[in-house]
């Protein structure tokens, strides 16, 4: 670097190295980093242009001759789709069902299993062993469960008084999303229970004594030892969690299949129905780019509100 | 303020016993200091008259009243730990005044006992700062600031200065001591610290193996302890033991080291002829340099200066010792040294290390 700079200080002392070996050293910094930024380009760039560029183009499988540029008419369609208004809707409703029960039973989980305890091992090993079932077979078990035909539930609920008779609520048109929202807490809660219990685990046990000691009853120390100490974690695992889950469309997917007739489609099993079912890549593509879009202010907004409760600090 | 009584106190854990039947009556304003080597139960009492462990039998009173069924917020007690436990996520005020909100003491009342304990301690331009912006000494004193605001009936330390360097511990030592005088306030101090105990206690309970081995006033232990644990627990240099067996002969006595070298002793202790005993004595009554009939024959090992004094490392026979001189002549001692074991000074234990 100081030859550099002694070159352009007037020339006074020309570079006295071969053209060469100059030019390797200017390009070493750029080969030093070129493996990893084509790797970059390659898996991540080329694949989110080539998507976007999908949401412009008229890209249907099943037509030979679909492939043109046709502007924004996608997104014209889109704004006139009651269907995506509908998935736009039950995007929200589930996302915050799944996450508040997720993270509600969760955090009492947790709870319970911070206490010592006989056998406490076995029980969070079993505790955590939803989130090690592959998300589709955890939707094709809670489908079974549900159908009156194979499954208990039904027949449950209607032993209890709670239904006229033993149905499919998945095939019920205003529970329909109840379904997979049910599959989906019993599949998530381990993730909450485990980051909320290694932060519980990480409090000092003896803040707890000396608050007990100045008076604080149980809710009390709940109130000003644990939810502090638990407040970024919970921070965290929520705003993850509600991405990860506005996304996740397996259980959908496998479970209802977005019906009857649409009514459980979130945005993203709607994407997933409109590419793989109805072969629409162009129009799938356009939704997904308004879901990112979506997302990303979401993402923007939390980062923002992190920001100022810091600086706040 | 109040008078603590802890009767015939056991503590298990499981199958383990880790206390023996404690017996300990506390005086209103009393300073006890609870000394051991880890291990021996003192902070587990603590924590039993704290409300932090159960208790597994026995009575712990405080002002008469049986308190082991309370949770420690009923107790009225206030406690100090080791690891300050601050709410990290609270200012120092607020950490001083959580006690007091909890109770919903009146706003002003809050803030004048607060801003009252602060200059006390020293506190006053750190009271918006958070935990983790304060030294350690600072911490400590939060901790005590904590404890003063409530006035409680009576004030437990866990081990309070262990976590700090050996300057601040002796400043801080000094900060509660005038604590003490100035609020009079009924104290437990554990310590595994003989130097904090003899300097902070009115009363000395030293325990071993869950067992309290001697209760008195830190001269008392010091002077005349009860057996073999306290004399060599207090004290620093440790006291000097030799063993070895003890010989009657009419009215006067010999007693017989291991090792071969036999002392003469001017007059009889409580021991039968020819019994096994251990014979201890503090390095500063060992007298070097000492002239007479009784004088032994001793080597020098070693020679540290304290600055303050010079502590030589003797041998007699195969025995090693210590001996504690003011004296600056001993610095550069080597090779044999005259010394002499004063019989006043010395404490006989017999066989089952008790003092006779």
């Known amino acids: 670097m100081a030859s550099h700079a002694a070159a352009r200080n007037g020339g006074a002392r020309r570079d006295q190295r071969p053209l060469k070996k100059r030019l390797a050293d200017a390009s070493a910094p750029y080969l030093y980093s070129a493996p990893a930024l084509i790797l970059i380009v390659t898996v991540m760039l080329v694949p989110l242009v080539l998507g976007i560029s999908y949401a412009f183009r008229d890209i249907q499988l099943l037509n030979p001759m679909s492939g043109g540029f046709i502007g924004l008419d996608h997104f014209r369609t889109l704004y006139e789709d009651q269907n995506f208004y509908?998935?736009?809707?039950?995007?929200?409703?589930?996302?915050?069902?799944?996450?508040?029960?997720?993270?509600?039973?969760?955090?009492?989980?947790?709870l319970l299993l911070d206490k010592p305890f006989y056998g406490r091992a076995i029980v969070q090993a079993l505790v955590f062993l939803p989130w090690a079932v592959p998300s589709f077979l955890a939707g094709l078990n809670w489908a079974w469960l549900f159908n009156p035909v194979v499954g208990p539930i039904p027949h449950w609920l209607f032993a209890l008084g709670l239904m006229n008779e033993p149905y499919n609520i998945l095939s019920d048109p205003q529970?329909?999303?109840?379904?997979?929202?049910?599959?989906?807490?019993?599949?998530g809660i381990?993730?909450?229970?485990?980051?909320?219990?290694?932060?519980?685990?990480?409090?000092?046990?003896?803040?707890?004594?000396?608050?007990?000691?100045?008076?604080?009853?149980?809710?009390?120390?709940?109130?000003?030892?644990?939810?502090?100490?638990?407040?970024?974690?919970?921070?965290?695992?929520?705003?993850?969690?509600?991405?990860?889950?506005?996304?996740?469309?397996?259980l959908i997917i496998v479970m209802t299949n977005?019906?009857?007739?649409?009514?459980?489609?979130?945005?993203?099993?709607?994407?997933?129905?409109?590419?793989?079912?109805?072969?629409?890549?162009?129009y799938a593509?356009?939704?997904?780019?308004?879901?990112?879009?979506?997302?990303?202010?979401?993402?923007?907004?939390?980062v923002i509100l992190r920001q100022w409760l810091l600086s706040k600090d | 303020?109040?008078?603590?009584?802890?009767?015939?106190?056991h503590k298990s854990y499981g199958i383990h016993p880790v206390l023996h039947g404690i017996d300990l009556e506390i005086k209103d304003g009393e300073f006890v200091v609870l000394v051991g080597p880890s291990g021996c139960g003192k902070s587990t009492l603590l924590r039993m008259i704290a409300g932090l462990e159960a208790v597994t039998d026995g009575e712990i009173r405080i002002d008469g009243k049986r308190v082991n069924d309370l949770a420690p917020k009923d107790r009225d007690i206030a406690m100090v730990f080791q690891s300050y436990a601050l709410y990290p996520h609270m200012s120092v005020a607020k950490n001083m005044s959580y006690s007091l909100r909890l109770r919903k003491t009146a706003k002003e009342k809050i803030a004048s006992v607060v801003a009252n304990a602060a200059t006390k301690l020293g506190l006053d331009p750190l009271m918006e700062r958070r935990p983790k912006a304060l030294s350690g000494g600072q911490r400590q004193r939060v901790a005590m600031g904590r404890a003063i605001v409530r006035e409680p009936k009576a004030f437990l330390f866990d081990e309070p200065l262990s976590n700090l360097d050996a300057r601040l511990r002796e400043q801080m030592r000094a900060e509660i001591k005038k604590l003490h005088q100035d609020l009079g306030a009924t104290s437990i101090y554990v310590t595994h610290d003989q130097i904090e105990a003899m300097t902070l206690a009115d009363r000395i309970v030293a325990m071993h193996g869950g067992v309290i081995q001697q209760v008195g006033s830190p001269l008392e232990l010091?002077?005349?302890?009860?057996?073999?644990?306290?004399?060599?627990?207090?004290?620093?240099?440790?006291?000097?033991f030799f063993e070895g067996r003890y010989m009657a002969t009419?009215?006067?006595?010999?007693?017989?080291?291991?090792?071969?070298?036999?002392?003469?002793?001017?007059?009889?202790?409580?021991?039968?002829?020819?019994?096994?005993?251990?014979?201890?004595?503090?390095?500063?009554?060992v007298v070097l340099g000492a002239e007479g009939p009784d004088v032994l024959k001793a080597t020098v090992d070693l020679v540290e200066p304290t600055g303050f004094g010079i502590i030589v490392h003797l041998k007699l026979g195969p025995v090693a010792f210590k001996a504690f001189t003011l004296d600056r002549r001993f610095l550069g001692m080597h090779g044999e040294v005259d010394v002499k074991l004063p019989v006043k000074n010395l404490h006989f234990f017999n066989e089952a290390g008790r003092k006779v």
Do not use: C
Request: charged share 10%; aromatic share 12%.
């Open chain 1, 175 to 187: 529970l329909s999303t109840w379904g997979p929202i049910i599959a989906n807490v019993w599949w």
């Open chain 1, 86 to 110: 509908r998935a736009l809707k039950n995007t929200l409703w589930w996302t915050g069902w799944s996450v508040l029960l997720q993270f509600v039973f969760g955090l009492i989980l947790a």
């Open chain 2, 1 to 9: 303020m109040a008078s603590i009584d802890i009767a015939a106190i």
């Open chain 2, 222 to 240: 010091y002077d005349n302890p009860a057996n073999l644990f306290v004399a060599g627990f207090i004290g620093s240099p440790g006291m000097n």
């Open chain 2, 250 to 285: 009419g009215d006067t006595a010999n007693f017989a080291l291991t090792g071969g070298v036999v002392l003469p002793l001017s007059g009889v202790a409580n021991l039968a002829d020819g019994s096994r005993a251990t014979l201890g004595i503090r390095p500063e009554h």
């Open chain 1, 285 to 302: 593509s356009a939704i997904a780019l308004v879901l990112l879009a979506l997302l990303i202010t979401y993402s923007m907004l939390i």
């Open chain 1, 258 to 282: 977005g019906g009857p007739a649409d009514r459980s489609q979130i945005v993203a099993s709607y994407i997933f129905t409109q590419a793989f079912k109805r072969l629409d890549f162009g």
């Open chain 1, 190 to 250: 381990p993730f909450f229970a485990i980051t909320l219990l290694a932060a519980l685990q990480a409090i000092p046990r003896d803040l707890y004594e000396a608050a007990s000691i100045d008076g604080a009853g149980p809710v009390q120390r709940f109130i000003s030892i644990t939810l502090p100490f638990l407040a970024p974690t919970i921070a965290i695992t929520v705003l993850l969690r509600t991405v990860w889950i506005s996304n996740f469309a397996d």
